[in-house]
């Protein structure tokens, strides 16, 4: 009973990580697409252009989203410290 509780926990922290990394890297990805496309139509190779376009966008969704992402963490925590208090 306890390894698979052990199972479980990791699961949902696995999950947890893509759900919390999954917004800003898709955001990312998108930005850079974009920057990229942009600048293969207009030959700009600036390398500084696609990183800072990225790292706003990515800063941009922290931002918005960090209240969700905080409240999974948290949600997460608590119900890993109450399990941890239950087998104690």
């Not at 918005?64 to 999974?72: E, R, S, T, Y």
Request: without cysteine.
């Amino acid at each position: 009973m306890f390894e698979s509780q052990i199972y479980q926990l990791a699961y949902q922290a696995l999950f947890l990580i893509l759900l919390l990394s999954g917004p800003p890297i898709l955001i990312s990805m998108t930005f850079g697409l974009f920057v990229a496309i942009f600048q293969a139509a207009t030959q700009i190779q600036e390398q500084t252009l696609s990183f800072t376009v990225k790292l706003v966008a990515v800063i941009m969704v922290l931002v918005i989203m960090g209240g969700f992402l905080a409240n999974q963490i948290t949600q997460f925590a608590t119900r890993i410290l109450l399990n941890f208090w239950k087998w104690v």
